[in-house]
Structure formats: structure tokens, C-alpha cells
T-cell receptor, first 112, second 109 residues
């Protein structure tokens, strides 16, 4: 049972480049979410989804897009990377919104 | 709005007991969760309180008082491996799961 799988683990981008962070879960969880973690800021919610075809904005959505075409996958797209998006990104899933979150191992992104 | 407040750092001695507090503000309350995160790792779920009172899981316990908008995580018989960051979190009425900024627990031998 793989749980939540995030790729890549590390990524370096130049300002203005775009990329997609991949997230997949094999637990048939309806709820999926993306967080970014910066020193002293805790985990801040970027976007989330309560099921396939449904997405919504979190606390810090600007500069990011998401889609949820299947239950398993929830990719996060950076449209035009900025140094302020340098962070560690975590994808998480749960059975429902107040069930325990299962986190992926994170993607460490650096934008130069 | 919704927010959670917790101390940024707590220090305790190996073998002792430590309490990490969390106060929250929200218009709709659906339970309080706790997560542990070791350096370089991913957060992992520890406990969840939907109702007032104490929930115990081994050396870890979590307490909730909805009337005081307050909860805490209690760690007993501290071990060096408990050195980590601890986060309280809750889902709000819009299905968003919001986290506090985390408490870094330092354990002294």
C-alpha cells in the first residue's frame, strides 16, 4: 500500500518557469489537499478537493492551479514560478474532511 | 475568521511530561486534531478530539474544551525520539483543514 505519492522530491526552477507537482493516492480517499510549509509559518493550505471534479481555494491559492479529474490524482501547477514560491510542498488525503490526513513525503522546491 | 495559536517552542527533560497548548478561533467547530512532524519528514496524525475530554493513545493524550476554545497535547515519559514539531489543526465549515504554526519540542537528556 503506497499511500500518498508525491513527485518529484526536489526541484529547482528559474523565475517564470512553469511546472506540475504530482500527487497520487491509492486509498480511495475523497478529500485531497495541497499545503506549503515555510519556516515559522506552519502548514498553509493552497487548494483542496472534496471529490473528483471539485476543487476549491485554500488560504494561499495565488500562483497555483489544481484539477481533480480522478479520485486518485491531484496535481498542483505553478503557472509562472516566483522566488516567493520556494517552499516545501505537501500533498495530503483523507477519507473525509475531518478524518486523519495522510501526507506524502513532500516536494522541496527552489525558485531562483 | 479561523485561527489556531500554539507556542512556538517548548523544552522538556527526557522522562518528564510536557503539555502543548492550542487555542483556536472559529465560527464552526468540527473537532481538533494533532500531528507530529520530525525534521525533514512529513506530518503524521496523532489524535483527534470531537468532544470535550481526554483521548489517550499510549504515551500521548489529547484534551479538548469546546467552551474554552482550547485543547492540549500531553506527552508522557518523554523520549528523545519525541523531539519534533507538533501541530494542532481543525476542519472548518468550508471543508478546509487549517493548521496552527506548530510547536517545536526540544528534549534535554
Amino acid at each position: 500500500n503506497a499511500g500518498v505519492t508525491q513527485t518529484p522530491k526536489f526541484q529547482v526552477l528559474k523565475t517564470g518557469q512553469s511546472m506540475t507537482l504530482q500527487c497520487a493516492q491509492d486509498m480511495n480517499h475523497e478529500y485531497m489537499s495541497w499545503y506549503r510549509q515555510d519556516p515559522g509559518m506552519g502548514l498553509r493550505l493552497i487548494h483542496y478537493s472534496v471529490g473528483a471534479g471539485i476543487t476549491d481555494q485554500g488560504e494561499v491559492p495565488n500562483g497555483y492551479n489544481v484539477s481533480r479529474s480522478t479520485t486518485e490524482d491531484f496535481p498542483l501547477r505553478l503557472l509562472s514560478a516566483a522566488p516567493s514560491q520556494t517552499s516545501v510542498y505537501f500533498c495530503a488525503s483523507s477519507r473525509e474532511d475531518n478524518s486523519p490526513l495522510h501526507f506524502g513525503n513532500g516536494t522541496r522546491l527552489t525558485v531562483t | 475568521g479561523q485561527s489556531l495559536e500554539q507556542p512556538s517552542e517548548v523544552t522538556a527533560v527526557e522522562g518528564a511530561i510536557v503539555q502543548i497548548n492550542c487555542t483556536y478561533q472559529t465560527s464552526g467547530f468540527y473537532g481538533l486534531s494533532w500531528y507530529q512532524q520530525h525534521d525533514g519528514g512529513a506530518p503524521t496524525f496523532l489524535s483527534y478530539n470531537a468532544l470535550d475530554g481526554l483521548e489517550e493513545t499510549g504515551r500521548f493524550s489529547s484534551f479538548l474544551s469546546r467552551s474554552d476554545s482550547y485543547g492540549y497535547l500531553l506527552l508522557q515519559e518523554l523520549q528523545m525520539k519525541d523531539s519534533a514539531s507538533y501541530f494542532c489543526a481543525f476542519p472548518n465549515r468550508d471543508d478546509k483543514i487549517i493548521f496552527g504554526k506548530g510547536t517545536r519540542l526540544h528534549i534535554l537528556p
